[in-house]
Structure formats: structure tokens, C-alpha cells
């Protein structure tokens, strides 16, 4: 059985399972990091898929610019957890925000193609989730992304030279293979994928 645990930072509490901070806080905090993410794809409105709402954090930073955010997350305790956490209150308030409880990789084939502006993809690690970093599930972004549409992956350590290279580069090559155009962006620890 997981153990989860909310950790205190200067701003929102950060989640931790199993021992793994799933916010980044190396050089930032978990609302400015959710904030950073929805300011580097430009979002002004539309409608928007985050995946893996964890605390909501993201759904609710994009839903103050955007007509509608939807988000999936799978892990019904991390949703018990946001329940009681007062920073996250605005992810069940909201009219906004469409909550899914499902697994990503098989909610995300029920869209149809060109059915979102944004996309806001932060998942677990590979170790995690790997499927939700593969090239089915790639292949479905892109075509679920409207056309000149904008994507967010976080990607832990993007441009490192040490331990995480390889997964890196196979994710940011996956996402080229599939037809995006890819910019790494060090300091929100992802990457910025266009479709053409």
C-alpha cells in the first residue's frame, strides 16, 4: 500500500508517494511552478487537458485563463487527499474544471481528434507510469491537440548531462517521431511541444 504524505513549502503543500516529491520545489514552489507552466504555453482561453490533476495545483492556475480545463487523475486517495487540502478547494469548486477519476492512457482515446487548444501534461515518473510516456499514448496528444495547439511534459532534470539523459532524450525523440516540435524549457523543468 502507497503512503502519501503533503510536505509544507513556502506556498501550497507539495504531494509525496512512496518517498517521491511529485512537485518540482528545486528552485521553486508548487503554485509558482503551476503557474510558470500555464504562463510558458501563453494559455489566454480555450480548453484545456491537464493530465494527472495530483493536487489540482495546474487545473486550477490554467482555469483562471482558460474557458475550460479538464483533468484526469486516476489515484482516488491523491483525490481524497486534495479534498481536504484548503489549496486545492477550487479544483472541486470551480465550474471551469471537469474532474475525470480514470487512468490517462485509456481516457484519453474517449476524445475526440483536435479536441483541445492546450494540453498540460505532468505525469509521475517513468518509473511510475512509463505508459504515460510512450508512443501510443504520444500518438494521441497530437491527435487530440487542434492544430497549432500548444503541450506542456514535464520532464524531470530536461537538458541534463548526468543521470536522466537517456530518458530525456528518448521522450523528447518520441515526441519529434510523432510529428511535434519540441523546446526544452530548463527552468519549468519541461518541455514545450508545438503541433504543426
Known sequence: MAVYKLIPTEDYPALMIDGI????????????????KVKILGIKKGRILDICTGLGYTA???SHCANEVVTIEKDENVIEIARNNKF????????????????????IEKFGDKSFDYILHDPPTVSMAGELYGKVFYENLYRILKPHGKLFHYVSNPG????????????????????????????????????A
Open 21 to 36: 516529491l511529485m512537485h518540482c520545489m528545486k528552485w521553486t514552489s508548487p503554485k509558482k511552478d503551476a503557474e510558470n
Open 60 to 62: 486550477i492556475a490554467a
Open 88 to 107: 486545492s478547494h477550487e479544483l472541486f469548486a470551480n465550474k471551469n474544471i471537469n474532474s475525470i477519476i480514470g487512468d490517462a492512457y485509456y481516457e
Open 160 to 195: 541534463s548531462k548526468y543521470r536522466n539523459r537517456k530518458v530525456e532524450k528518448g521522450i523528447v525523440n518520441r515526441l519529434r517521431g510523432v510529428g511535434f516540435e519540441v523546446k526544452i524549457y530548463e527552468e519549468v523543468s519541461g518541455v514545450v511541444c508545438v503541433k
